[in-house]
């Protein structure tokens, strides 16, 4: 996206600006310095829930990118699959297994819910590693609404399941009676920092990536600092594939083990 | 560092805390979630799902296929095996009932032989004693002609039957 308007001369850090939610149509043209002052100032749009961001646009991809692999890979339903195909299969078979092993038979019924997550985050993690993308899981705002949708989905499903029940999963029966009420404190407490903590691992992680590569990238203006700061970004690159598919990874199975206290609450 | 502002962006801290986007993003991503969660539900898990059924169940029943066409390969090699014996069996048996058939005829005609050849023998035997008997009796003829002869040579008169009788004891004795 065209965002960077910055004249080259001196180091120009700007790590964060690749964050920035901006609208895909009716933008201000980039200001021209040399242009008089005083000319009518272009009033940026405001960004309303409906308008149509660089968040829509790369959301967007992700969903044709999940058609192309899910449906489009798959139509074929051939025996002896085809690349794509086999591709989507791997995927299936793997969360499939995740949700099978984590939660038992009972949470299979629950995997296509689970895999639209892990596809979602998958697929936004690695498109925003393309190289001027807009990356929306390292947004603070899509991960919360990931994170405590799980959550109070897991917890509703939790008391529809097992009723007053549920609530036995923070009283330790192994423990001694004395100990009994602290460690219930502990536990509730540690039960709601689940969402804040399962939504600030992934944007944090994918947020502090990008904008290291982004310092790297301002670095490699200096000569005499270009290969060093190059190499760097290379393997920060590297670093941030790994981490855009553990991340994916860590948030699903996190998803499941929530899952499953919900579902049998008394382990 | 950097004196120009570009313009129009918010310069105000981390975008990802400009509160003013969040309606617009979380409405998106809602959005998102749901045509994903669509697709998959709708199109791509079941279909995925059931090619990856079918597969295993191909497999399974190439196996049992297989596992068939082995148990009757076995059935056809016993089946070979027995018809074989059978046979080899079949031909010993034959081989005995000529045998035997033949030794029957073999005895029979032995015995067929034997009875001829005994037959003959007799009638030879006969044959032979006749001419023993016809000998004997030219040599007591002989013997008593001759007896007669010596006594009528030396002048005696003897009585011929006389004769013959002491020839016919000397002959016996």
Not at chain 1, 138 to 154: D, E, K, P, R, Y
């Amino acid at each position: 996206m065209a965002g960077e308007a910055h004249e080259t001369g001196g180091l120009t850090f700007h790590p964060l600006d690749q964050f920035i939610v901006k609208p895909l149509f009716g933008n201000c043209p980039p200001v021209d310095h040399s242009a008089a002052e005083g000319t009518a100032a272009c009033v940026p749009p405001e960004i309303h829930w409906y308008t149509i961001t660089n968040v829509t646009l790369w959301m967007a991809i992700a969903v044709a990118c999940i058609f192309l692999l899910m449906v489009v890979g798959s139509r074929g339903r051939s025996i002896i699959p085809t690349r794509l195909q086999s591709i989507g299969e791997l995927l299936y078979g793997f969360v499939h297994k995740m949700v099978e092993d984590v939660t038992g038979h009972e949470g299979v019924k629950y995997f296509p819910y689970i895999m639209t997550l892990f596809l979602f985050i998958l697929f936004a993690n690695f498109l925003g590693l393309i190289p001027m993308s807009f990356t929306t899981t390292s947004h603070i705002a899509v991960t919360a609404v990931l994170g405590f949708g799980v959550f109070i989905v897991v917890t509703m499903l939790g008391f529809v399941l097992n009723g007053s029940a549920f609530l036995g999963m923070f009283w330790m029966k192994d423990a001694p009676l004395i100990l009994r009420p602290v460690i219930a404190i502990i536990e509730v407490i540690s039960y709601f920092v689940r969402p804040v903590s399962h939504s600030i691992r992934l944007a944090g992680n994918i947020m502090a990536g990008h904008a290291v590569i982004k310092v790297f990238a301002g670095f490699a203006a200096i000569a005499a600092i270009s290969p060093a700061s190059i190499l760097a970004i290379v393997a920060i690159y590297g670093l941030e594939v790994l981490v855009a598919g553990i991340q994916a990874y860590v948030f699903t199975i996190l998803t499941c083990v929530y899952l499953k206290d919900a579902l049998h609450p008394h382990h | 560092m950097a004196t120009e502002t570009a313009g129009t962006e918010v310069e105000a801290g981390m975008p990802q805390l400009d509160f003013s986007t969040f309606p617009n993003q979380i409405f998106w991503l809602v959005i998102t979630l749901v045509v994903i969660y669509l697709i998959l539900s709708r199109i791509a898990l079941p279909r995925i799902g059931s090619v990856l059924a079918e597969r295993a169940g191909t497999v399974t029943n190439d196996i049992a296929a297989a596992e068939e066409l082995k148990k009757r390969a076995v059935a056809a090699e016993a089946a070979y095996d027995k018809a074989l014996a059978d046979a080899r069996s079949e031909a010993n048996r034959i081989v005995a009932a000529a045998k035997a058939e033949m030794q029957a005829e073999l005895d029979v005609e032995l015995r067929k032989a034997d009875s001829e050849i005994a037959a003959l023998t007799a009638e030879s035997e006969k044959g032979l004693a006749e001419i023993r008997d016809s000998a004997l009796a030219s040599v007591t003829e002989v013997a008593k002609s001759t007896a007669r002869e010596i006594v009528n040579v030396f002048g005696q008169g003897a009585d011929a039957s006389a004769v013959d009788a002491a020839v016919e004891v000397r002959i016996k004795g």
